[in-house]
């Protein structure tokens, strides 16, 4: 009896210390959960809705980032941070919106902590907003949004307030003042007026050495430059673009892109897109105005922000998928074609391209980005109007 009695003591004593032990790991779970840990950031996209460019993050629950600005190497930058957060299946690179946004990177630490860093071009003014909400499955969206503020280059454009004139005494002859000398106007990058810049192959092929075979063959294939811009600083020539349209495929365009370098030893950024975005049509059509509708047209329309996404884009996005596809897969020679001679070390590359453009639309996401290739680096796109983007850096 003895006996137990004292066993019956022992068992008490272990469930009172098991029960110990479980209140004080819900409470250092609990404030593990309020320093911000337990959260994972699964997904990021960045898309542009009009005047604004957002950037998306997806998390597993709701947590307000860190959003700070810096200047690293000459390029301003928006800096989201989640400190102590998992990173999941993000990508190392985002490609940017080619008008704010240069590129997207995600950074992590093995002992938890995720940072997304948002490099801008320089000399591009804006604003930001952030917001959050939540999502489907209990996760939560963060979303950050940029606008161009053209109202900081009329700033710093108008001319500076005179001084008053001192009072002149009245037998002395008061002399018309000169006018004002104007105020610089050297914010930002504009577009050459009164001249029309042509383009050519042969200047393309100066430009971007490294993309040789890719330019000879679509100019034996019969594609020409329909559009050329010069986009400069004042006294400095920054950036040129180029336009190349076919007869035989009216829905498809190559985009090119010279941005030289800024700095020496730094290299020059070329980028050469064949994209499906002349698609007509009345899915295309109605995508493309909503995609300028300003932030306060978009308010007066929906509730929220998010359901503009995801009652009126999302629909719209999926449509243009499963359209684009078809049409890639009309010209599909097209395509193969640009590849294998953007990246002819890389003969299985259209093989790769071609598996990923017949995977079945998924109903739930309105697209995806794959990289295709590091060097050169190539993305395949397929979110709204697809489109293939290679990378060519030239030395300075």
């Known amino acids: ?108 630490a093995p002992a938890g902590g995720v940072k997304i860093v948002v490099d801008l071009f320089p000399e591009t003014p804006y604003k930001f907003w952030r917001q959050s909400r939540s999502a489907e499955g209990g996760q939560a969206q963060f979303i950050l949004g940029l606008t161009p503020d053209p109202a900081a280059v009329q700033a710093r454009q108008a001319p500076a307030p005179e001084p008053p004139e001192p009072e002149t005494p009245p037998a002395v002859a008061q002399r018309e003042p000169e006018p004002p000398p104007p105020a610089p106007d050297d914010y930002g990058y504009k577009e050459e007026r009164g001249t029309v810049a042509t383009g050519s192959f042969a200047e393309l092929r100066r430009l971007i050495p490294k993309a040789g075979p890719l330019l000879q063959g679509l100019e034996s294939d019969g594609w020409a430059v329909s559009e050329a811009r010069t986009y400069d600083r004042p006294g400095q020539r920054f950036s040129r673009d180029f336009v190349l349209t076919q007869r035989r495929y009216p829905e498809l365009a190559v985009k090119i892109v010279n941005l030289p370098a800024s700095h020496p030893n730094v290299p020059s950024i070329n980028i050469i897109m064949l994209t499906t975005d002349n698609l007509r049509g009345e899915t295309a059509e109605k995508y493309r105005g909503m995609r300028q509708w300003s932030f306060a047209k978009i308010k007066q329309n929906f509730e929220d922000i998010g359901d503009f996404f995801d009652d009126a884009l999302k629909p719209l996005r999926i449509k243009l998928r499963q359209e684009t596809k078809d049409l890639v897969l009309r010209d599909a020679k097209v395509f193969q074609t640009f590849l294998q001679r953007a990246c002819p070390q890389q003969p299985q590359l259209s093989q790769k391209f071609m598996q990923h453009v017949n995977e079945k639309v998924n109903q739930r996401f309105e697209g995806v980005q794959y990289t295709l290739s590091e060097n050169p680096l190539v993305i395949l796109n397929m979110v709204d109007f697809l489109y293939v983007k290679a990378f060519f850096l030239e030395a300075g």
């Open 1 to 108: 009896m003895s006996f137990n009695r004292k066993n019956s003591r022992i068992k008490l004593r272990w469930a009172g210390i098991f029960l110990l032990c479980l209140g004080l790991a819900g409470t250092a779970a609990a404030a593990w959960g309020q320093r911000g840990g337990g959260v994972e950031v699964r997904r990021l996209g960045l898309s542009r809705v009009g005047e604004n460019t957002m950037l998306t993050v997806v998390l597993s629950r709701a947590v307000q980032p860190r959003v700070s600005t810096r200047t690293q190497g000459g390029k301003p930058q928006l800096v989201v941070e989640f400190p102590q957060a998992q990173a999941g299946r993000l990508p190392g690179r985002l490609a940017g919106d080619d008008i704010l946004v240069e590129q997207v990177r995600t950074e992590s």
